[in-house]
């Protein structure tokens, strides 16, 4: 993990500059401004309740199904990997090429191209093309690079700008990195969270790319993962699907990153309180607690602090813990059972299945789907596939409602302090009608297992695919984007290659920026 690169990061520049000689020569360094939101919204042009993306989540790769109005076109994500990774497909360059990356709401950075040989899934990474920058006409190098760290693995871009199209919208000049050398990560990644250092955001990001450019109204989407047995969800950059959850959305303060276990700025909620509704109807629940917790829709597992883990794996029926891996062994059959674990955040309460809990690492082996950390708790998708969730960048609020599908009746989300109507799914609960049981869920004690595997038993040798939250990057002060960034076809400065040579050759110096990063990536891993 790059997390541990920290102190280097004096000695990464000081050796580019004095090795390499090409951030000491380029152009003064500028950082590209974010306008605020408040600013961006009197520019944009009304469009009668069409100003929403959807992207629909499917199981497997196929002809989206498209609407007719505009800027409503469905652009797929795909569930892989027995529902490990969800994946979006968007259009980059000119001709436009399809790449499909990670969806990720606990990173921001757009980038693409991993290092399959190097990604720990080698042949699920191959059997994604990757973007030839060579062959786009409207590519422009910026002159930068860096070195993004993660949860889990890493990797060294440069920074270009692009036309991306998601649907029929297209987002120009956008900033995205060209993955160079990479580490434990299969694809590229769509990140959607804000500036994780609350201080400083060093460009523009997809999100605000789009509501600058009118493509939507404010800095605000709705993510529907779904189950793993029906993966048909979506993400609906500035809309909100009624018809994808059931009672109403819970509007939740995102946490001050001063109030959070990292100072990182994140999706973070408060949960107040866990519970287990067992097959025979019996609920339990937990005293009102306040834990700091983010979403992150790039992390296959959950991750809680230590004693609600334990309180949540030994309560699963039939659960074993295993020593060596760390994880809650269950039968695969619970996953059929009608239980559920239930999370509340003030007066809200997801009730998270066995089925979406459960997560079959391997043919035959299943795991309860979290894992211990008393560092930075987080929801992934092990907790997102029983959830709605708006996500609101720009008032910093999250809003929470139970998933569910009965149709589609999608409403834009607006602008200014009320951006996100206050609605009502059209879904009906069918969630259990348990009886309560007084309590005794205890998740503030250590305790230790009730069942240990036995040795011999199956072992979990898989890990967690997801690439976790965004950790560190080299730059932290910001990249520093040269003059001119922003060009390309559409009205950017500096305007578009004519042919694929020059755009070949615009990144030549970033190859070499990047291959002095890569060196000194490799210098950091061996100095660990």
């Not at 990464?12 to 004095?18: F, G, H, K, Q, Y």
């Not at 009320?418 to 004690?445: E, Y």
């Amino acid at each position: 993990m790059l997390t541990t690169m920290l102190p280097l990061t004096t000695l990464s520049l000081a050796l580019l500059s004095s090795t390499t000689g090409v951030l000491a020569s380029a152009k003064p360094p500028i950082k590209v401004p974010v306008t605020p939101a408040h600013r961006r919204s009197s520019l944009l042009t009304p469009r009668n309740g069409e100003g929403f993306i959807r992207a629909p989540i499917r199981a497997a790769p196929g002809t989206p199904q498209t609407k007719l109005r505009r800027r409503q076109e469905d652009e797929g994500l795909n569930n892989q990997n027995l529902g490990t990774t969800y994946t979006i497909d968007i259009e980059i360059g000119t001709p436009p090429q399809t790449v499909t990356l990670i969806l990720d709401t606990g990173s921001p950075d757009l980038w693409v191209n991993p290092t399959c040989e190097t990604s720990g899934q080698e042949e699920y990474c191959q059997s994604f093309a990757q973007f030839d920058y060579t062959k786009s006409k409207t590519i422009e190098d910026t002159g930068a690079a860096d070195i993004l760290g993660y949860g889990k693995g890493n990797v060294t871009i440069e920074y270009v700008t692009d036309d991306v199209t998601i649907g029929s919208a297209k987002v120009k000049s956008q900033i995205l990195g060209i993955g160079f050398e990479s580490h434990d990560i299969p694809l590229g990644i769509l990140g959607l969270s804000p500036s994780v250092n609350p201080d400083s955001q060093p460009y523009p990001y997809l999100l605000d790319s789009m509501t600058s450019q009118g493509i939507i109204s404010s800095r605000a989407f709705s993510l529907d993962l779904r189950s793993i047995d029906n993966p048909s969800g979506a993400i609906i950059f500035g809309g909100v699907d009624l018809g994808k959850f059931s009672g109403s959305l819970a509007k939740l303060p995102m946490l001050d990153p001063s109030d959070t276990p990292s100072g990182a700025d994140r999706y973070w909620i408060v949960l107040s309180g866990v519970g287990m509704t067992y097959p025979d109807g019996q609920v339990e629940e937990s005293e009102e607690i306040a834990v700091p917790v983010f979403l992150d829709s790039g992390g296959t597992l959950s991750r809680l602090p230590a004693t609600i883990f334990q309180a949540i794996g030994d309560s699963f029926p039939g659960s074993q813990y295993d020593t060596e891996s760390g994880f809650y062994i269950v039968d695969c059959a619970v996953a059929d059972e009608s239980g559920s674990v239930d999370f509340v955040f003030g007066s809200k309460k997801i009730r998270v299945p066995y089925g979406d809990f459960i997560w079959e690492v391997q043919s035959g082996v299943c795991v309860v789907g979290v894992l211990p950390t008393d560092e930075e708790p987080v929801f992934g998708d092990s907790f997102l596939r029983a959830a709605y969730v708006v996500y609101d960048q720009d008032n910093r609020n999250l809003h929470l409602a139970q998933a569910a599908n009965c149709g589609e009746q999608i409403v834009e989300i607006g602008s200014g302090a009320n951006a996100v109507p206050s609605s009502t799914g059209k879904c009906k609960d069918s969630g259990p009608t348990g009886t309560d049981g007084g309590g005794g869920l205890d998740v503030t004690a250590t305790r230790a297992p009730t069942k240990t595997a036995a040795g011999g038993g199956p072992q979990v040798t898989n890990s967690d695919f997801g690439p976790g939250p965004a950790g560190t990057r080299v730059s932290t002060s910001g990249i520093g984007l040269p003059t001119g960034t922003g060009g390309g076809s559409g009205g950017g400065s500096g305007g578009g290659n004519d042919d694929n040579d020059s755009a070949a050759s615009g990144l030549d110096v970033g190859v070499t920026v990047a291959v002095a990063l890569a060196g000194l990536n490799m210098l950091a891993v061996w100095l660990l």
